[in-house]
């Protein structure tokens, strides 16, 4: 089982920016792709930014030019830069990874979800 542990977020000015942090961890994986999505209030989850191991980046339209998404693959860990932030970018926001596990002789796909945390900006 893979673990997605977040950190960062807050509240923050309109313009301001934040850095989201995800951690993974579990025993013998492999991460392919890692992500962000976000749930505004009142709105079903959305794609933000995804990042593959080899670094192929991929962004929602509004986000691309603020946000930057980047990875450690050593750290296995995922980062979202989030710059000239505006109102309605508050929301929680998720990481996720997918990639494969090793247990027990078998190689499984997982897709793991962090636990969320909320980034407010005031306008």
């Known amino acids: 089982q893979v673990q997605l542990v977040q950190s960062g977020g807050g509240l923050v000015q309109a313009g301001g920016s934040l850095r989201l942090s995800c951690v993974a961890s579990?025993?013998?994986?492999?991460?392919?792709?890692m992500g962000w999505h976000r749930r505004p209030p009142g709105k079903q989850r959305e794609f933000v930014a995804s990042?593959?191991?080899?670094?192929?980046?991929d962004y929602a339209d509004s986000m691309e030019g603020r946000f930057t998404i980047s990875r450690d693959n050593a750290k296995s860990t995922v980062y979202l830069q989030m710059n000239s932030l505006k109102p309605e970018d508050t929301a929680v926001y998720y990481c996720?990874?997918?990639?494969?596990?090793?247990?027990?002789?078998?190689?499984?796909?997982?897709?793991?979800w962090g636990q969320g945390t909320q980034v407010t900006v005031s306008s």
């Open positions: 990042i593959a191991s080899g670094g192929m980046i």
């Open positions: 579990g025993s013998s994986f492999r991460t392919d792709t």
């Open positions: 996720d990874a997918e990639g494969i596990t090793y247990s027990r002789g078998s190689y499984l796909p997982f897709h793991s």
